[in-house]
């Protein structure tokens, strides 16, 4: 069995930062691309940062220049460090890993979620 689980969340002031953290374990074979996502109260869940394996990145618009995201392919580890927080920034935080377990596919799994709440 896989899971992903996130941590580092919680409540900060605007301006303030925050470091998440999601692992991956289990039987995983390979992982070609680790992302999170983040919803807010009332809206969809939208893709915030994404990495594959290579190191490739790609941001959403309202978080490039504040947000990084990195990995550690040896650990299956995926981080995302949040500075200038913004109260737009507040909800919940999913990790999302695709991984190959025994056969070709990569199968996305998803975490819990970890909240993230900025106050202004």
């Known amino acids: 069995q896989v899971q992903v689980v996130e941590s580092g969340g919680g409540l900060v002031q605007a301006g303030g930062s925050l470091r998440l953290s999601c692992a991956a374990s289990g039987s995983i074979l390979s992982i070609n691309r680790m992302a999170w996502y983040r919803q807010a109260p009332g809206k969809q869940r939208e893709l915030v940062a994404s990495i594959t394996n290579g190191g490739s990145t790609n941001y959403a618009d309202s978080v490039k220049a504040r947000f990084t995201i990195s990995s550690d392919n040896a650990k299956n580890t995926v981080y995302l460090q949040m500075s200038s927080l913004e109260p737009g920034d507040t909800g919940v935080y999913y990790c999302?890993?695709?991984?190959?377990?025994?056969?070709?596919?990569?199968?996305?799994?998803w975490g819990q979620g970890t909240l993230v709440t900025v106050s202004s």
């Open positions: 999302n890993a695709d991984i190959r377990t025994t056969g070709r596919a990569y199968v996305p799994v």
